[in-house]
């Protein structure tokens, strides 16, 4: 289990080595006025020259990244024009728009972003694995007919499509709900979580479909294995053998899946967010994007990586407690 998480360490710090060299090319080595497209279009000459100047646009292709690497882990300094600013480590870089760090830029919206993530993630993963359990256990029969029917309708039907109906319904027909007005944790625990109900049952009805699916298909193969079939012949009673012998083995593709939607939701998901006005990381890329904020974009863009392969690391990690021929692989 040592050399296991070992490897699986190695593994994540040259994945996320790769991304940051993915993620300067993709944005700093593309052709054009780089300079001028970080400074974004409201720039004048001598404010693109400093920016030229700053991210060392003027040395060789390694030694500018040299220097963004750097930055990152030691932090740098901005001129501002009339003195200096230093960007204290893990420096992201400076907004061209707001003026402000990136990294607390971030900082500030990722909690809502999480709130968002988390609950959504628990819904759907309860739904999902529930339902797909649901559908083996009632297999060959109407019951799974019908679930199966819903799936496939959920994994066709787009989140911003369940969030219009359901606002329709639950806030302006029934108003059972009052439409999201994000109020933080810290602040009022009922209200954070009575105005989050709405984007977490959207995104987990859209998500849950997938899992459903894996969940029935990764428990059918795993009821045909040979060590399930020798329980079976010795009369173990199918609700054991589903619930105690086939679970934890079925469970390892869903955990994989589970850590790839957790690690892209916490950086952000960016319909659900625009669409209940929640003011996360999803919201800040789409602003970010849309006044061409270059450093914004690339810090979101490596956090959202962070998140992915941290998320997957700790997936290994589940999966090897819950197979440990995963381990041995």
């Given at each position: 289990?040592?050399?296991?998480?070992?490897?699986?360490?190695?593994?994540?710090?040259?994945?996320?080595?790769?991304?940051?060299?993915?993620?300067?090319?993709?944005?700093?080595?593309?052709?054009?006025?780089?300079?001028?497209?970080?400074?974004?279009?409201?720039?004048?000459?001598?404010?693109?020259?400093?920016?030229?100047?700053?991210?060392?646009?003027?040395?060789?292709?390694?030694?500018?990244?040299?220097?963004?690497?750097?930055?990152?882990?030691?932090?740098?300094?901005?001129?501002?024009?009339?003195?200096?600013?230093?960007?204290?480590?893990?420096?992201?870089?400076?907004?061209?728009?707001?003026?402000?760090?990136?990294?607390?830029?971030?900082?500030?919206?990722?909690?809502?972003?999480a709130s968002l993530a988390v609950g959504a993630f628990v819904l759907w993963m309860l739904l999902g694995v529930g339902t797909g359990l649901l559908s083996v256990w009632r297999r060959g029969r109407f019951t799974e007919r019908v679930l199966t029917g819903i799936t496939l309708a959920g994994m066709a039907t787009p989140v911003f499509v369940i969030g219009l109906l359901l606002i329709i319904i639950l806030v302006t027909a029934l108003q059972v709900l009052p439409f999201p007005d994000y109020v933080p944790l810290t602040e009022?625990?009922?209200?954070?979580?009575?105005?989050?109900?709405?984007?977490?049952?959207?995104?987990?009805?859209?998500?849950?479909?997938?899992?459903?699916?894996?969940?029935?298909?990764?428990?059918?193969?795993?009821?045909?294995?040979?060590?399930?079939?020798?329980?079976?012949?010795?009369?173990?009673?199918?609700?054991?053998?589903?619930?105690?012998?086939?679970?934890?083995?079925?469970?390892?593709?869903?955990?994989?899946?589970?850590?790839?939607?957790?690690?892209?939701?916490?950086?952000?998901?960016?319909?659900?967010?625009?669409?209940?006005?929640?003011?996360?990381?999803?919201?800040?890329?789409?602003?970010?994007?849309?006044?061409?904020?270059?450093?914004?974009?690339?810090?979101?863009?490596?956090?959202?990586?962070?998140?992915?392969?941290?998320?997957?690391?700790?997936?290994?990690?589940?999966?090897?407690?819950?197979?440990?021929?995963?381990?041995?692989?």
């Amino acid at each position: 289990m040592r050399w296991f998480l070992l490897r699986r360490l190695g593994g994540a710090v040259f994945v996320l080595l790769a991304l940051s060299v993915v993620v300067y090319a993709a944005f700093y080595v593309a052709p054009g006025n780089v300079a001028q497209i970080a400074c974004g279009p409201r720039c004048s000459p001598a404010q693109v020259a400093q920016v030229s100047e700053q991210l060392h646009l003027g040395d060789p292709l390694y030694t500018q990244y040299a220097h963004f690497l750097q930055g990152i882990f030691a932090g740098r300094d901005y001129s501002t024009g009339t003195g200096t600013l230093h960007c204290q480590a893990p420096c992201l870089g400076l907004s061209y728009q707001s003026d402000q760090q990136v990294t607390r830029l971030i900082l500030a919206k990722l909690p809502a972003t999480a709130s968002l993530a988390v609950g959504a993630f628990v819904l759907w993963m309860l739904l999902g694995v529930g339902t797909g359990l649901l559908s083996v256990w009632r297999r060959g029969r109407f019951t799974e007919r019908v679930l199966t029917g819903i799936t496939l309708a959920g994994m066709a039907t787009p989140v911003f499509v369940i969030g219009l109906l359901l606002i329709i319904i639950l806030v302006t027909a029934l108003q059972v709900l009052p439409f999201p007005d994000y109020v933080p944790l810290t602040e009022d625990p009922e209200q954070w979580a009575w105005n989050l109900l709405l984007p977490w049952v959207s995104l987990a009805l859209v998500s849950a479909a997938p899992y459903a699916r894996m969940t029935r298909a990764s428990m059918l193969e795993t009821l045909a294995e040979d060590h399930v079939r020798t329980f079976r012949a010795y009369g173990v009673g199918e609700r054991a053998l589903v619930g105690r012998h086939a679970l934890r083995g079925a469970l390892a593709p869903v955990i994989a899946l589970g850590a790839l939607d957790i690690g892209s939701m916490f950086g952000g998901a960016v319909l659900t967010e625009s669409l209940f006005g929640i003011p996360g990381v999803g919201r800040e890329l789409v602003d970010a994007v849309k006044h061409v904020d270059l450093p914004v974009v690339v810090g979101l863009v490596l956090v959202t990586g962070l998140f992915v392969v941290l998320a997957n690391a700790v997936a290994d990690v589940l999966q090897a407690m819950a197979d440990r021929r995963v381990v041995l692989a």
